[in-house]
């Protein structure tokens, strides 16, 4: 079955500093979302990417999509504390397949 | 309610009993999702729901979990003779479905067995 490999598990940055978690299936999807969860919170969309080679940005966010549809990475910029949470991308096979998520990211900010 | 909404929030068993978690996903939205979180840890895939279509129990993790929808709407997981290994939040997520669709979760059912 599908399988998508999300890297590092835990990063510790110091607030200021850029972080990037990148993510990588096995098949080639049709399309990734990324969402983030709050310590004690549920997942929450960020955002999804469709095309082969898509970059999105949201404000310090940057989301890019491989150009083989089979890679991800979100990177931030100037962390702030705001940003703590784990973030988890999730792929989409071909067909009626369901999402798979990656294990997520831990993002700790040190201020 | 516009949201996602599970019940119970948390559920405290002892070892061997069963437990039945509900789901009642956003109106109109034809997928649904069920995973299993344990602490610290990622999203566990159970179970896939796309409108009338057989639903995905591939990442059931053994007979005693089992779950149902009906039509396109609640949905009900049932673990039976519960063991120690089956803690873990719960959740529950539905989708407008289709090629494209963002998950909107529900906050989960924390479940504690003893």
Redesign the interface.
Known sequence: ?QQVMQIPQYQHVQEGEDFTTYCNSSTTL??I?W?KQRPGG????LI?L?KSGEVKKQKRLTFQFGEAKKNSSLHITATQTTDVGTY?C?GKGGG?????????T?LIIQP | GAGVSQSPSNKVTEKGKDVELRCDPISGHTALYWYRQRLGQGLEFLIYFQGNSAPDKSGLPSDRFSAERTGESVSTLTIQRTQQEDSAVYLCASSPGGYTGELFFGEGSRLTVL
């Open positions: 079955g049709s399309n979302q969402y549920h997942p929450v969309f999804q469709v988890f999730a009626a397949d369901g999402l798979t998520f990656g294990k997520g831990h």
